[in-house]
């Protein structure tokens, strides 16, 4: 039975209203998955009416970036509509940005926007700490009487899509704990969203009204930019990768460059083998993995079904169909993607969205409840995660900073990593950058100890640099120390070495060994460079026009170099000053028309486009080349 359908979300929020009461606590997907122009509705109706108590529970609040600054907005604005368009903002959102949501109104989330809430008082008071498979318990304990959810259809068939996530338990969960009078479900509608057969398909009835109020785009986040370091660390983890096994990879710039090593090892394993190899530092345990195409293929078992995923199904490499019964070869909680991503999907052909299955973030974070048939799927499984710190004994930091401030959340990473250790021959990889810049401060990833942690020293596996490999499992202290002493960049080694005899962890007398003073960047740049072809920066597209990808790091390294009053104006001089010789308003004039910079119109701009094209000059090969031919002459 079809359920009622509304074409005004203010109707359809009043009759929310006038069915659950004035008490709405209305829980949202995490993501993409949410219905924004029902919740905006009803945050309408709540902050004209004080007597309306909301309260949302959800996750990952997604709103079209604030731009700031004559560049960030001449860059940028046209960014943001290629990947925002016409997406509703969510006023909830956009409104605690800003200090000003209504004291009726609660927003409570187990995942923030990565960085962008680390200073928002109400954002930060308001986080609840929660694996991803515990998020439904709270939302169960706290009375949630509405699910709003964005749904796909085709024909007369229904799809939740983006987000089977919680919402396929939920919904039986709560029909069958407080019935239709006390949980309705709300789905709307939106032709844009991608249409998702098998789990995630779900019968009409199992809605109490639907909302079809137009499509609307998708929030899309823009593909990140993958370099040189991330791909050796991408290298370095494909490496490990089992044949026939189980796979599931996490997000950003570091996820996108393990999924394209893993496509470059079986579309090109020739080349592939030979960029690994080149790399410096301990490889790790290759016997675990190997390094030649995937013969019997994969089977994805992931939290988030990303871009890169769906690539490699593609590219033939998960094909291995784990389900007795079903010809599935990747199971996925939710999705979240560039908009390429998302034309993919809608584009697809039936025969390859039947081997996706958008399912219950619990068959897929979690081992137990099915464990026999859980434990014969994941068969050599690799969970490879994403982290922002880890110290040299092993312990992880993924989703908040020492003094407790929450960048993003801890999702289900924890969740993979107590998975790796229960199932027979899996390992949980960790990736991430040796260093990182903060402040025009270069610091370490890799510290002696850290004021939070996400994954604890006892449960350490395997963690990726992009120097090497270290196997931590079952190794002593004194051991764990010394391989990851091994995978840090060389500027903090004697540091960490310091804090470790301190700590008693290494005997007084140890030696560095030379190879470690080796682990520079440089080295790594060297090791990659002639296989640079095969390591794009975006591997999967970007919706970035080629000039915006130049401006892009540029602009970047512009904001890196004027960060402090004393270099934006050493920067501003020697912009000013730079040699004519390089030609950079010609070779750069589609940059600086992209920018409005071609013809300036002030003083502001005029400085404005000679530190452009000072920026731009800083980061091309032609300018390095002509600055050491000017040397040599010198």
Not at 158 to 184: A, H, Q, T, W
Not at 403 to 421: I, M
Not at 577 to 582: D, F
Request: one cysteine or more; proline letters at 6%; aromatic letters at 6%.
């Amino acid at each position: 039975m079809t359920p009622p359908v509304h074409t005004s979300a203010e109707a359809c929020a009043k009759a929310v209203i006038d069915t659950v009461g004035k008490d709405i606590r209305l829980a949202l997907p995490l993501g993409l998955g949410k219905a924004n122009r029902l919740t905006n509705a009803l945050y309408d109706l709540a902050k004209a009416d004080p007597s309306i108590s909301l309260t949302i529970y959800t996750a990952l609040s997604l709103v079209r970036p604030r731009l700031a600054g004559r560049l960030e907005g001449r860059f940028g604005g046209p960014i943001v509509e290629k990947l925002f368009g016409d997406y509703p903002d969510l006023t909830y959102a956009t409104d605690r940005e800003k200090g000003a949501l209504p004291p009726n109104v609660k927003v409570e989330e187990f995942f923030l926007a990565t960085g962008t809430l680390l200073n928002n008082e109400y954002a930060q008071r308001h986080y609840n700490s929660v694996n991803y498979t515990h998020a439904m318990r709270r939302i169960i304990a706290e009375r949630v009487n509405v699910l709003g959810q964005m749904i796909s259809r085709r024909d007369d068939r229904y799809s939740l899509s983006c987000n089977s996530d919680l919402s396929l338990d939920l919904i039986p969960l709560m029909r069958d704990k407080v019935g239709r009078e006390g949980f309705i479900v709300v789905g709307e509608l939106n032709a844009r969203l991608p249409f998702m057969p098998n789990d995630a398909e779900v019968p009409a009835d199992e809605f109490d009204m639907l909302l079809n109020a137009g499509p609307y785009d998708l929030a899309g986040p823009p593909a990140p930019r993958v370099d040189l370091i991330s791909h050796a660390i991408g290298l370095r983890a494909a490496r490990l990768v089992r044949d026939n096994g189980t796979l599931q990879i996490g997000i950003g710039s570091l996820g996108d460059g393990a999924a394209q090593s893993v496509r470059l090892r079986h579309t090109a394993p020739a080349i592939f083998a030979s960029a690994a190899r080149a790399l410096p530092g301990p490889p790790g345990p290759v016997d675990e993995g190997g390094i030649d195409a995937f013969e019997a293929g994969l089977y994805g078992c992931t939290e988030m079904f990303t871009q890169g995923m769906f690539e490699l199904l593609r590219a033939k490499v998960f094909t291995r169909a784990a389900h007795e019964d079903r010809d599935i070869t990747i199971d996925g909680g939710f999705f979240l993607g560039p908009q390429a991503f998302y034309r993919g999907l809608r584009e697809a052909p039936d025969a390859l969205l039947d081997r996706i299955n958008m399912t219950s973030v619990d068959d897929v974070n979690a081992l137990y409840g099915n464990e026999a048939v859980r434990r014969r799927e994941r068969i050599h499984a690799r969970f490879i995660n994403i982290a922002m710190k880890a110290t040299c004994l092993g312990a992880v930091t993924s989703d908040a900073l020492d003094d407790g401030r929450v960048v993003s959340g801890v999702g289900g990473q924890y969740n993979f990593v107590a998975q790796a250790h229960e199932l027979e021959g899996a390992r949980s990889i960790i990736l991430l950058k040796a260093t990182r810049e903060s402040a025009r401060r270069m610091e370490s990833n890799i510290v002696w100890s850290y004021g939070h942690v996400t994954v604890p020293r006892h449960l350490r596996d395997i963690i990726i640099t992009e120097y090497g490999v270290a196997d931590l499992r079952g190794q002593t202290d004194e051991e764990c120390v010394k391989r990851m002493l091994a995978i840090t960049d060389a500027r903090f080694i004697d540091g960490l070495v310091a804090d470790a005899v301190k700590a008693k962890k290494l005997a007084r007398d140890f030696k560095v060994p030379a190879i470690w003073r080796a682990n520079t960047p440089d080295a790594i740049q060297r090791a990659l460079s002639p296989h640079a072809n095969h390591l794009p920066p975006f591997p999967f597209g970007t919706e970035m026009s080629e000039v915006e990808q130049d401006l892009a790091p540029a602009l970047d390294h512009l904001k890196k170099s004027t960060g402090k009053p004393l270099s934006a104006m050493s920067f501003a001089m020697r912009a000013i000053l730079m040699p004519p010789a390089h030609n950079t308003g010609l070779r750069f004039a589609p940059h600086l028309q992209r920018l409005g910079l071609d013809t300036p119109h002030d003083l502001k701009d005029l400085v404005l486009r000679k530190m452009v094209l000072k920026s731009l000059s800083d980061l091309d090969p032609r300018t390095l080349a002509t600055d050491e031919a000017n040397d040599r002459l010198w």
